[in-house]
């Protein structure tokens, strides 16, 4: 289950986490039928995607999404969900609950104030669990940050700040969590990573135009940016994103060989 942003509360009103995607993916997952088996290919490798989760949400909620990725390229994939520490929350009033970083004001902006030093702390908890993988031998260009909402902020920031090129970086409905002045700190080996952006145009919470301003910003540093709008969808995740996401890494898996 994928658990959207929350949205302000009154002081006085309990905080309410909106849930906008659960439903689509989990009668997705429960109710299509089986794919048949696929025919090995000829050389597998192995590879890691590591999913973040959007504010307020948990890893194990959205587990349910590597059962969608059923080519046969994913067999030695190792997938990771891990949970955001709970941290208060200044755009709900301080509340204590699961986050990445900071978020001072929803809806979110292009201009929105970014909380970087919160930022930069989580990015060294990622960059710890990409290089526990390749430390035990998959290869920097087979491992693939994926994330939503705040975790696709916190995606793009952890895949620019890696000193590796790695194989990609994916943002669903997410925003640059920095000022330019970062990107004097990208390595070019960095710089190499593709990413790949996608963001709903009827998006509320983290505004459309937040999204859009994504690939200009990485253009000044000369990192490659897919961006995909999606008309119709709010702050949400669907089935075509996530379709769309298996398509993307296929094409970017190295051979084993």
């Known amino acids: 289950m994928i658990v959207a942003m929350a949205k302000p509360v009154s002081v006085t009103k309990p905080i309410v986490l909106v849930t906008l995607t659960s439903i689509t993916t989990i009668l997705f997952l429960f109710l299509s039928p089986p794919n048949p088996p696929a025919p090995e290919p ?6 890691f995607v590591l999913w973040l989760h959007g504010l307020g949400d948990s890893g194990p909620a959205n587990e349910p999404i590597k059962t969608l990725f059923t080519s046969p390229e994913f067999r030695l994939t190792k997938w990771s969900f891990p949970s955001a520490p709970p941290n208060l929350v200044t755009c709900n009033y301080g509340a204590v609950m699961p986050s990445w970083f900071d978020i001072h004001e929803i809806p979110i902006t292009a ?3 970014k909380d970087e030093n919160g ?6 908890n990622v960059h710890a669990m990409i290089d526990k ?3 035990a031998g998959i290869s920097p260009n087979n491992v693939f940050v994926c994330g939503f909402s705040q975790g696709g902020a916190l995606t793009l920031a952890s895949v620019l700040l890696y000193p590796k090129t790695l194989g990609g970086g994916a943002v ?3 925003w640059v969590p920095f000022n330019s002045s970062f990107l004097d700190q990208l390595s070019p080996d960095a710089k190499r990573t593709p990413i790949s952006w996608a ?3 009827d998006d509320r919470t983290v505004l459309f135009e937040a999204g859009q301003a994504g690939p200009p910003f990485l253009a000044k540093a000369g990192v ?13 995740i669907n089935n075509e994103e996530l379709q769309n996401l298996e398509s993307w890494i296929r094409a970017r898996l190295q051979s084993s060989s």
Request: with cysteine; charged share 15%.
């Open 42 to 47: 000829t050389s597998m490798a192995r590879s």
């Open 111 to 113: 201009d929105s104030p």
């Open 119 to 124: 930022v930069l702390q989580a990015v060294k």
């Open 133 to 135: 993988e390749i430390a």
């Open 172 to 174: 669903f409905s997410g």
């Open 199 to 201: 963001h709903g145009i």
């Open 224 to 236: 490659s940016c897919e961006f995909k709008a999606y008309p119709g969808l709010g702050h949400s």
